[in-house]
């Protein structure tokens, strides 16, 4: 990405010209940021180099909501090496702590996969406290009781962290500014995808039928427009991926100005039976390219990352501050999973034969392969990478 303007004489330095095509020079230098802020170069410490890509992430922080910006920086991958690793437990001796994906890693959305309970479990007595930091549309109480039904013990984890949660809390931070007329674009069966609850702590907000009466949008899932309401209308996006679903009524809302909340950023995702589904993130993508503005909340935006480094550091009894305190990130995302953990100084720790990349890799896993298709995908490389998240 080409940057715009003129480079401050503060810029000539090489590593701050290639943060400067990530981040504007102009919005740079009113942030402030000098030569001693620069990224570390080849041979400083890998922590540093960390602690750069965390802390430049955490202060490209959008002032009106706190939700980071992501864009991909285009690290260098010459000389980083990817650990291929047999199950938890040799990661477990190298990281204090570990946030978790849960769909594509933990279960398939009906059933966890075979081994994972084990490893929390073993995790949980090894001292290592763990959270779930998922791209769940609903509320993180409620995925938190959905755990069982699946085979998964709650209390092995230390909590549980959804984009819906996220949005939620924006959702009551800010009614003032949004308003209080939501259209709700959600599932049909809501009790059964976990939304049937969402508004009960909000009684400030109302469910609009139409972009007319309406303040806001938001996606908290694709089957239903004007959910909740008496002009609720049912598709089937989720298995087609038809804009035609939407295209009127997004044009509508963007007239008047409506802007977009996305409680869950994903695009695609792997369903039992190996299709793949249509989600929210790819409807906010729609509503952006027809020139709507758009919230993220989840993966790989960083406040999702920093509450569970919150949640972490308080488990195990250290500060937030403490850069000694190491946590990995295990994702089944190229783009969500590895690219958010990297961005805020998480190692990432990808997945590859339960999740949304898997029939890429169907021969094993090959670094030579992985670093090829995150090239291909200009993402940052992952620290290491296992088949299935067992012990």
Not at 14 to 31: D, G, Q, R, T, Y
Not at 235 to 253: A, K, L, Q, S
Not at 256 to 285: Q, T
Request: glycine share 10%; net charge negative.
């Amino acid at each position: 990405m080409a940057a715009q303007g003129t480079a401050p004489e503060q810029f000539e330095d090489e590593a701050l010209e290639n943060f400067a095509e990530i981040c504007n020079l102009e919005e740079a230098a009113e942030k402030g940021y000098s030569r001693e802020e620069r990224k570390p170069r080849i041979g400083e410490s890998k922590r540093a180099r960390n602690k750069w890509e965390g802390w430049h992430m955490r202060h490209r922080i959008t002032p009106e909501t706190g939700i980071a910006l992501s864009r991909q920086p285009m690290w260098s991958q010459d000389g980083e090496s990817i650990a291929i690793c047999g199950g938890v437990a040799e990661l477990a001796y190298r990281y204090d702590a570990f946030s978790l994906d849960q769909y594509g890693v933990l279960h398939d959305g009906r059933e966890a996969y075979p081994g994972v309970a084990d490893a929390l479990s073993k995790l949980q007595a090894a001292g290592k406290p763990s959270v779930i930091l998922s791209n769940y549309a609903g509320r993180s109480e409620r995925q938190r009781q959905r755990l069982p039904g699946i085979g998964l013990d709650p209390d092995t984890l230390t909590g549980v962290i959804t984009s819906g949660e996220l949005a939620a809390n924006y959702m009551s931070r800010r009614r003032e500014k949004l308003g209080s007329r939501c259209l709700w674009i959600a599932w049909s069966q809501r009790e059964k995808r976990g939304l049937h609850d969402f508004f009960d702590d909000m009684p400030d907000y109302t469910l609009a039928a139409d972009p007319e009466h309406a303040d806001f949008v938001l996606v908290s899932g694709v089957e239903a427009i004007f959910a909740g309401t008496e002009a609720e209308t049912r598709v089937d996006y989720e298995r087609d991926g038809n804009h035609r679903h939407f295209r009127r009524i997004f044009r509508e809302c963007i007239q008047y100005g409506l802007p977009m909340l996305c409680a869950n950023p994903d695009e695609r995702v792997v369903r039992p039976g190996g299709w793949r589904a249509y989600l929210g993130g790819s409807l906010a993508k729609l509503y952006e390219e027809l020139g709507g503005q758009v919230q993220y909340f989840g993966k790989p935006y960083n406040a999702c990352f920093e509450q569970a480094r919150s949640l972490l550091c308080e488990a195990a009894g250290r500060d937030e501050t403490d850069e000694d305190f190491r946590i990995c990130h295990v994702g089944d995302s190229i783009h969500h999973d590895v690219s958010g953990a990297r961005m805020v100084g998480f190692n990432a720790a990808f997945v590859v034969s339960t999740g949304l990349h898997a029939g890429i890799f169907l021969d094993g896993i090959h670094e030579a392969k992985i670093r090829q298709f995150c090239a291909k995908e200009q993402v940052p490389l992952p620290h290491c990478t296992m088949d299935r998240f067992v012990w």
